[in-house]
Nanobody, 124 residues
Framework: VQLQASGGGLVQAGGSLRLSCAAS????????MGWFRQPPGKEREFVAA????????WYTDPVKARFTISRDNAKNTLYLQMNMLKPEDTAVYYC??????????????????WGQGTQVTVSS
């Protein structure tokens, strides 16, 4: 499966952005999908994941109550709605697909397919 992330940009603290990840070349509903991010000078880290049907989700604690992951299997698209953004959310955001799991996972090693990343910059 090929993944194309979009929707990043520059936003002030407290603002919102919606990231999208368009999938092609595979059966989208066969994958657990996740969002990861890589802040400047740091390692890539888990943000959120969603199960194959969209019925289960998992968030890292720093984004709970601010970010919402969702998917539209009919449109082969994954989303990340980000509200109340903070400067520490600044990072390159990546979408990824896990072909083996059936429930959301934060294990980066299970995600075999990755999008190219989209930059999110939050100014203070």
């Amino acid at each position: 499966v090929q993944l194309q992330a979009s929707g990043g940009g520059l936003v002030q603290a407290g603002g919102s952005l919606r990231l999208s990840c368009a999938a092609s070349g595979g059966t989208f509903s066969n994958y657990v999908m996740g969002w990861f991010r890589q802040p400047p000078g740091k390692e890539r880290e888990f943000v959120a994941a969603i199960g194959r049907s969209g019925g289960s989700v998992w968030y890292t604690d720093p984004v709970k109550a601010r970010f919402t992951i969702s998917r539209d299997n009919a449109k082969n698209t994954l989303y990340l709605q980000m509200n109340m953004l903070k400067p520490e959310d600044t990072a390159v955001y990546y979408c990824a697909a896990d072909p083996l799991s059936h429930i959301p996972t934060n294990l980066i090693t299970l995600y075999d397919y990755w999008g190219q990343g989209t930059q999110v910059t939050v100014s203070s």
